[in-house]
Every structure is written in structure tokens, then in C-alpha cells.
């Protein structure tokens, strides 16, 4: 029978007193620290004293601050829209609330951002529900599509100027399986469900484009390239990674 034991420690680091989960298993050679956004756990095998654990965390308590740090900095995650009453949409990187006003008595249908809330109206007299989500989404897609021509052109003016390259024509488009490509033409295409990105996130997709105007591949030159405007680039594509299944449409 293997046993394993759990139990709350604390560790006192200057005036900080963090908590951690103490697992002591006989089956376990070598010891491990698991940092995550909620909690740390410190797993030792079962002859290792506690005095021998308060120096793991001493070695590692520096490593154990910053990776929680990162954590709590991380960028939003994106819940998947269903487009019903109270659930959320993304709009640059934050989940909205959405609010459905069904009102019968008046044929007019209107799509808004107020108070960190979308407020849709419906003129539908006669309610169905897979015709009221096809209709959200509808507004959605269109206002957000509204919104990128703005952000996107300013972006790609400013990243443009940064950069000193000279796109000629930028185009928005629904891609399925790209956020976006760079011509030998000289246009940038660019895919609006990134609207749902965080601005950083935007940021770096136009950057990213517009880098290829001087290196047209993905080669050592090109990151070189990309990393002396986007630092942490490996961050944004991590994020794309895990949220782009929530982004298109």
C-alpha cells in the first residue's frame, strides 16, 4: 500500500507568511514544486523531513513569488460566447455581459456597448430563441467588424511609421485559420475577430505583419526582427493558442 500524506505548512518569506500543500508519498524519489494561480504544492518523498522542505521553499522562494506574479499579470482568458441573456461576448480582450431586451411592440433593432454591458433590443413580436441568438451574433459580428476598420487603421498607421514600412491597402476579413498575412502587393490582411484580443494581442498580430514587408519569412532575422518591437511575443502567440478556438466566429 503506498501511502501519501497531505497538510497545509506555512512559510514565513520577510513578513509574508504563504501557505503551501505539504505531499509526503513513498512511491515519490524526488522532490517537486507545482505553482499555479490558486495554490503551491510542495511534493517530497516520505522520508524527507519538514525541515528538509522549508529549505526547498527557501531555495525556491524567489522562483515561487514570480511565477505567482505571472499568474496574477497573465492576459484574460475568453469564455466562449453562446450569445444568450446574461452570458458574455469578448470585446478587446474582456468578457461583456450581454442584456436582451425584447420589445414587441416596436420593430427596431439596436446593438450597444453601455456601462461595460452590450444592450441588445429585439423588435421580434413573435419570440423564437434560435432566431434571437442568430440575430445577436449577426449585430455582434457587424459591430465588431465597425469597430476594427477604426483601431486597425490607426494601428497599422502608427506600427507603419514605427516600423518604416508603407502597406498600401489594409483589408478585413472573417479568416478561418489565420489572423493575418502581408502581400507582395503591399496589403495587409487582417482578421477582425481579433476585436476579441486583448489590444496587446492586436498589437502584436500588425506588428508581426508588417515585419514580413521587410523579411518575408519566418527565419532567425525575422523574430530578431519582431522582438525589437514585441518583447514578449512568445507571450501573445501563447495566448492566441490557447484563446483562438473562442475567437473565430
Not at 18 to 32: A, F, G
Not at 132 to 157: P, S, T
Not at 162 to 189: C, D, F, Q, Y
Amino acid at each position: 500500500m503506498i501511502k501519501t500524506t497531505i497538510s497545509k505548512q506555512l512559510y514565513e518569506y520577510g513578513e509574508q507568511k504563504i501557505e503551501y500543500n505539504l505531499v509526503r508519498s513513498k512511491r515519490r524519489k524526488t522532490s517537486e514544486i507545482i505553482v499555479d494561480e490558486n495554490e503551491i504544492t510542495l511534493r517530497i518523498p516520505h522520508n524527507k523531513s519538514i525541515n528538509e522542505a522549508e529549505k526547498l521553499m527557501r531555495n525556491k522562494i524567489r522562483w515561487i513569488i514570480r511565477k505567482q506574479k505571472e499568474y496574477r499579470e497573465q492576459m484574460p482568458v475568453i469564455a466562449k460566447p453562446n450569445f444568450l441573456h446574461g452570458s458574455t461576448v469578448p470585446y478587446l480582450g474582456k468578457n461583456y455581459e450581454i442584456q436582451i431586451i425584447n420589445n414587441k411592440n416596436d420593430n427596431r433593432i439596436q446593438f450597444e456597448l453601455e456601462k461595460n454591458k452590450f444592450i441588445i433590443t429585439l423588435g421580434i413580436k413573435k419570440n423564437s430563441l434560435n432566431r434571437d441568438l442568430n440575430v445577436v451574433k449577426l449585430l455582434y459580428e457587424d459591430w465588431l467588424h465597425r469597430q476594427a476598420k477604426n483601431i486597425f487603421e490607426e494601428k497599422v498607421k502608427e506600427f507603419s511609421s514605427l516600423i518604416h514600412v508603407r502597406p498600401k491597402k489594409i483589408i478585413l476579413k472573417n479568416l478561418k485559420n489565420r489572423w493575418g498575412s502581408a502581400t507582395k502587393e503591399g496589403t495587409i490582411n487582417l482578421n477582425y475577430n481579433l476585436m476579441k484580443a486583448p489590444d496587446e494581442v492586436i498589437d502584436y498580430v500588425i506588428i508581426h505583419e508588417l515585419c514580413h514587408f521587410l523579411i518575408k519569412d519566418h527565419s532567425h532575422r525575422y523574430w530578431n526582427l519582431l522582438k525589437e518591437y514585441v518583447s514578449d511575443y512568445k507571450r501573445k502567440i501563447e495566448w492566441l493558442e490557447i484563446n483562438g478556438k473562442y475567437l473565430i466566429k
